[in-house]
């Protein structure tokens, strides 16, 4: 390679920049953006603290348990107040005052506030998994390495920090959680207790849904928005967390999938067939499902193949 071919590329690359640049907003300090690198290596001391024998690799005795979690969630805390204040100083040209200096302190502080309640709801949806589940042998199994439980902790974790006003933190722990299970939850939604996605790969689920407890998803089912280029102009009008998802009742069952638009309502108790494509309410208690497939018979068949043939 060519001392000339270098410089041209690096002059495409400036070019490149700088009409991006001049495209963004006035002021935000993008050298103060969170590391993606230290939001993982959070995750993974807050998931030792929450789980210190089956995550944390803890083998020490019930006495020193203590002890161990303080460490993990001193090295987490403090390298979350940074990427928190990283994050603040990112949004603080769009501000209208300045942020308060012990604003990431605050933030971390109820943020561990929430650490129990985080426990106790990734402990129902493993229960859940575990209860739904035939192949499943046991709680352990599904906290290490079944994908819906994975994305849960996730998941949880994201949704105290979007709820406290850390929302990029927030968003690359969904990411992260996101690239490891192929499950994307948005950490703006709302979930309920005893959560159990089954298999999970293809998984989304948007910002403003609201899922209740108990509720059952399978893979590559979608709770959606309708129209994307709607939701842009509310962006660009000034709203962006309007409420355009679905809101799934307690008990729901959703099979592999199925599409669900829109701020619709899905009852209590129902269940969603397979591959079902859903743009309306649907009532408690209810079951939708696709026209089952039908076997031809043979001449029926043998004409079908000579039409694709």
């Known amino acids: ?26 002021g935000r300090d993008v050298a103060s953006f969170p590391s993606r690198t230290v939001v993982e290596d959070v995750v993974a001391l807050l998931a030792a603290a929450l789980y210190p024998r ?38 603080q040209a769009e501000a209208s005052g300045a942020f308060e200096k012990d604003l990431p302190a605050t933030i971390v502080r109820l943020f561990g506030a929430t650490l129990g309640d985080i426990r106790r709801l990734i402990d129902s949806d493993v229960e859940a998994a575990f209860l739904g589940d035939p192949a499943a042998r046991s709680v352990d199994e599904i906290l290490v390495s079944y994908p819906g439980a994975i994305a849960s902790l996730h998941h949880r974790i994201a949704h105290q920090l979007d ?52 509720v059952r998803i399978y893979q590559h089912v979608t709770l959606g928005a309708r129209s994307a280029l709607g939701a842009a102009r509310r962006k660009g009008e000034g709203g962006s967390r309007y409420a355009r998802h679905p809101i799934v009742g307690d008990d729901v069952v959703i099979y592999a999938g199925a599409t ?43 004409q079908i193949r000579d039409e694709l043939a």
């Open 163 to 214: 709820a406290l006003g850390a929302p990029i933190v927030a968003r690359l722990i969904s990411e992260i959680g996101n690239e490891r299970t192929g499950i994307d939850i948005h950490p703006g939604a709302t979930i309920g207790e005893g959560f159990f996605v089954d298999h999970g790969t293809g998984v989304v689920v948007g910002e403003t849904a609201i899922v209740g407890a108990r």
């Open 260 to 302: 669900i638009l829109g701020r619709v309502t899905i009852g209590a108790r129902s269940t969603i067939g397979g591959n079902v494509w859903l743009l309306s309410d649907v009532p408690p208690d209810s079951v939708v499902v696709q026209p089952e497939a039908r076997l031809l018979d043979r001449s029926s068949a043998g």
């Open 1 to 26: 390679m060519t001392g000339s071919a270098i410089g041209e590329a690096a002059a495409g690359l400036r070019t490149a920049r700088e009409a991006w640049r001049a495209r963004q907003p006035e």
């Open 54 to 91: 089956r995550l944390g690799q803890f083998r020490g005795t019930p006495a020193d348990e203590d002890g161990f979690v303080v460490a993990k969630l001193l090295a987490a805390f403090t390298a979350l107040e940074r990427e928190i204040g990283n994050e603040l100083g990112y949004w």
